[in-house]
């Protein structure tokens, strides 16, 4: 008996050394990588990692870029994230039995006229925009433009000019058609991939239609407020909630959190949220919290390769990304101003940060694989 009292002590004395020597070692990384200096300055980072034994949150920098030092409670705008709860609200629509991924969009959307789905996408003059299905929106698949690739010159430029300007559906869906957007559709739909945010503002019109709520109201009622996500919010399309210590976001040296109204991001990037809470999203996802069938996180990750702009081959499911990290399969998403999210189902590793930045002067792919293996291996020697 007393041998074995010994060996526990020993166990939890030995974990308590790992633990210390992984957080001394990822606080070393994150100040390496920090970099306020520069055309690209990163000010700040939250970082949060954790798996069964052991988790770390933690923040460095100046969030305001300037005085007042970072939180590991920061809240950031996590853009595109924002896709994998859209997509799940669709998800759970279905599982209740009020749509079928395998729909058209036209029929919840065909009476919407500022939607015009007969006339959404045109490729080489002949009209697709009715044969589009939901299933298509949320994988990328519909072939339909960008407004922030497609017409990015002409988009921020607009943008630039009337800063503080207030953005919903129907404004960006009006934008689309004026630029001749919809004449210029990428493929057929359903045969190749281009990622494209008007397929999640389509996917966000749906929700509001079958639920005759705003998008905002359905992230709170099912995903907000049964993971008790207090620092997380629709930003601009409901009151602010949490903390209010916000981190800023940056593209290069501009501060877009003192500068821009965002609310063009909608359904594919608006709300506000902090790594902690996106660990509980993650995890709530991937725990069976959210959906009634464990087929649905299936269906979900259920992904398809495609090849990217750069010649690098990806894989996308229904609203997140299939990653790889040292090896492992990892789930999630990244967002336009720096954050990005990911579980691995497997090791049940969850990571969640943010740079806030939108063009930093390193690989952000390489810096989170780096900070998993230090999570994993206990520390790290140059």
Not at 2 to 20: A, D, E, R
Not at 34 to 57: A, D, T, W
Request: glycine share 8%; net charge positive.
């Amino acid at each position: 008996m007393k041998k074995n009292y010994f060996l526990l002590i020993g166990f939890l004395v030995f974990g308590t050394i790992c633990s210390g020597q992984q957080v001394e070692a990822l606080k070393k990384i994150m100040h390496q990588y920090l970099k306020p200096e520069g055309r690209n300055p990163v000010h700040s980072m939250q970082i949060y990692l954790s798996n069964p034994e052991f988790s770390f949150c933690d923040a460095i920098g100046f969030s305001d870029g300037k005085l007042i030092p970072a939180e590991k409670d920061n809240q950031f705008k996590i853009a595109s994230i924002t896709k994998m709860m859209t997509a799940t609200v669709i998800l759970q629509m279905q599982e209740e039995g009020r749509l079928n991924i395998e729909d058209q969009v036209s029929r919840y959307l065909d009476d919407v006229p500022y939607v015009k789905v007969h006339d959404l996408s045109y490729f080489k003059g002949k009209p697709y925009g009715n044969s589009i299905t939901i299933k298509q929106l949320l994988q990328h698949r519909s072939g339909l433009a960008d407004i922030f690739t497609d017409a990015s010159f002409r988009f921020y430029a607009n943008e630039f000019i009337h800063k503080h300007q207030k953005w919903n559906p129907e404004r960006l869906m009006k934008r689309y058609y004026k630029y001749g957007l919809h004449k210029n559709a990428h493929f057929v739909p359903d045969s190749g991939y281009y990622y494209s945010d008007v397929n999640f503002v389509l996917l966000g019109l749906i929700v509001e239609k079958i639920s005759q709520q705003t998008l905002a109201q359905q992230f709170r009622l099912r995903i907000f407020e049964p993971l008790s996500m207090k620092n997380s919010y629709f930003e601009y399309f409901e009151p602010p909630v949490g903390n209010g210590k916000m981190a800023h976001s940056f593209m290069g040296k501009l501060d877009i959190t003192r500068r821009l109204n965002t609310s063009y991001d909608w359904a594919g990037g608006g709300v506000i949220s902090t790594t902690s809470d996106l660990a509980l999203f993650l995890n709530g996802l991937f725990e069976g919290k959210l959906f009634k069938s464990a087929k649905t996180p299936r269906e979900m990750t259920s992904t398809i390769s495609h090849t990217s702009g750069t010649g690098k081959i990806g894989y996308y499911g229904l609203g997140l990304f299939q990653y790889n990290f040292n090896g492992d399969t990892y789930f999630g998403h990244a967002g336009f101003w720096g954050s990005l999210i990911a579980i691995c189902p497997a090791k049940k590793i969850t990571f969640c940060g943010s740079i806030n930045q939108v063009k930093p002067n390193f690989d952000t792919r390489e810096f989170i694989a780096l900070l998993l293996k230090i999570f994993e291996e206990g520390s790290y020697k140059k």
